[in-house]
C-alpha cells in the first residue's frame, strides 16, 4: 500500500512540475495570438509570463528568432513587434541582459522618434530579422555562461509598476559581476 501512494505522489509530482513547464510554454506559444497592443497591464499574457521567472528564459531565448507578427506595438517601431521583439522585452522584465556584454556592440545613442520619445540605438539592431539569430546565439551564450551569477532581488512594494502588484511580480533577476 506504500509503494502505490509513494507511487502515486511521485507521480501526481511529476505530472504537475511538466505541466508547468508546458503552461509556461503554450503561454509563450500563445504570445503571436494576444489581442493587446501595449505592454500594459490589460496584458495579461505578457505580465503571466513575466510573474513565471527565470523559468521562463530558456523558453524565451528559444523565441528570440520568432518573426511571426503580434498585435504588440512599441513607439521605436512603426509597424507591429514580431514575437522575437516581444520576447525580448520579457527577458529585460524578468532579468537583466547587458546589451553589451551580451552582444559585444556599443549601443550608447538615442533618438527621437516622431512622437517625441528617445529610442535606443539597440532597437535599430534588434528590430532587423536578419540579426536576430545572431542576437539569440548571444543571449543564449551569455546566459548559459553567466547564469550562476544572476541573483534574485525582491522589488520592494514600492517599486512595483501596477503591473507587477497586479500580477504578484515581486522579484527580479540582476546578473551581478
Known sequence: MKKIISATLLLFSVTISYGQKVDIKAMIDSLQFSRADTFNCKAEIYWRIVSQGKEAIPLLIDKLTDTSLTNFR?????????????????????????????????????????????????YNFLFINSNKPRYQKSVREWYDQEKAKYKAIKISNKDQTECQKQFRIDTYYRWTE
Do not use: M, R
Not at 84 to 106: C, R, S
Open 74 to 122: 512599441f513607439h521605436c517601431k512603426k509597424t507591429k513587434l514580431n514575437v522575437g521583439e516581444v520576447a525580448h522585452f520579457l527577458l529585460n522584465e524578468i532579468a537583466y541582459f547587458p546589451a553589451f556584454l551580451v552582444t559585444k556592440i556599443q549601443f550608447d545613442t538615442f533618438e527621437l522618434d516622431e512622437t517625441g520619445q528617445l529610442c535606443w540605438s539597440f
